[in-house]
């Protein structure tokens, strides 16, 4: 079956084509970089703009590529969350419009196990079972994963997500946007070890996560050599780093000591979670999973325990359809219903649904 993915969550318009759910036939992504990067971060109402403006164009793409017509697709998934409601909804809104129109079967995805499914468009696909890292700006989740669709959650971050950190750390020395691929770049020229920021590891054995003492040690350490303020185009309350001259380390060295920080804690509990749930395999997705140094760490410890890791490519890290439409593929071979086509889109949707066999759609 040949599935059309489309993903609207965020700031990423994305369509593909992926066959029996491991298969990509076509994968287009387009990105809005360069209209958020001006504000430093997504601005929801201008991502919904243009989602609306290149979403048809770019579902027409991804057919193309795929050399096929909509007369050819089996099957369209499409995220309904989390997310941004304004551009979740204008995916689900194309979704629902092909759907009806064609009168092929609408699976509704949750982007999170669309992340964890990237894992599986490998040429050499992930087993089961495995622990999941989906670590990304808006999530920092550690999952038991048992089969396709068959998900339990064993650790989040209590606060921020490391994507956040990231971003709010690049923000506040005035790197640029966006946030991870800025600080990933520089920091191979700085020292991890130049300056000690704490690492959290909460109570004993626990696998949740928290990055926001981290982000506030950055703060404080820039705090007591330059001045730290409201830069314009900033909210009130949110600072930025007005001048770095009277740091005594470079700017490279303190975020290459807080990537270090924050690689140590996902290693740490990654591997942790692999050794209570007795895995063979872990698999690591969302766009953090893309950085240098955090990929580099997980091959070494990861492989150090004897186990194997799934990487995605970079491209497959980040929000893209192809993952979608796997994802959505195995739920539908799951379930064998069909979804109304009433369903909503879910901003906050804090854990995987796990689909049940007595847990159908209608």
């Known amino acids: 079956m040949k599935v059309l993915g489309i993903e609207s969550s965020c700031d990423e318009t994305a369509a593909a084509v992926v066959e029996d759910g491991c298969r990509i036939l076509s994968s287009v992504v387009s990105s809005q970089i360069a209209i958020h990067r001006p504000y430093g971060g997504v601005v929801p109402e201008l991502a919904s703009r243009q989602h609306i403006k290149v979403i048809i164009p770019v579902i027409t793409e991804a057919l193309q590529r795929a050399a096929l017509n909509l007369s ?8 309904q969350g989390p997310g941004l409601v304004g551009s979740l909804l204008v995916g689900i ?105 704490p690492r959290a590891y909460l109570e004993k054995d626990s696998l949740d996560f928290s990055f926001s003492g981290i982000k506030t040690a950055v703060v404080n350490f820039v705090r007591r050599y330059v001045d730290v303020g409201e830069a314009d185009g900033q909210q009130p309350g949110e600072q930025s780093l007005k001048s770095a001259k009277l740091l005594p380390v470079q700017v490279a060295d303190i975020v290459a000591s807080f990537q270090e920080a924050v690689v140590d804690v996902l290693v740490q509990k990654t591997c942790a979670a692999a050794q209570q749930f007795r895995v063979r395999q872990v698999v690591v997705a969302g766009g953090v999973a893309a950085n240098s140094r955090l990929r580099r760490r997980l091959e070494e410890e990861v492989g150090r325990l004897g186990l ?27 379930t064998g219903g069909r979804w109304d086509l009433d369903f909503d889109a879910i901003s906050r949707w804090p854990d995987l649904p796990g689909y049940l066999p007595d847990d159908r759609p209608k």
Not at 171 to 196: E, F, H
């Open 72 to 79: 050819d697709i089996g099957a369209v998934a499409v995220t």
């Open 93 to 197: 809104g194309v979704a629902k419009a092909i759907a009806y129109s064609t009168g092929k079967p609408l699976v509704p995805v949750n982007h999170l196990e669309g992340h964890i499914q990237a894992a599986f468009l490998e040429e050499a696909p992930a087993s089961f079972p495995c622990i999941g890292l989906v670590v990304s700006g808006g999530h920092t989740n550690l999952y038991y994963v048992e089969d396709h669709g068959r998900s339990t959650l064993v650790g989040r971050t209590r606060d921020d997500a490391a994507g956040e950190a990231f971003d709010k750390v690049a923000k506040l020395l005035n790197l640029g946007y966006p946030g991870g691929m800025v600080i990933d770049t520089l920091a191979r020229k700085g020292n991890p070890k130049a300056i000690s920021f």
């Open 308 to 334: 194997h890791l799934q990487l995605p490519k970079p491209e497959l890290c980040t929000d893209n359809a192809a993952m979608i439409a796997a994802a959505g593929f195995h739920k539908l071979k799951m």
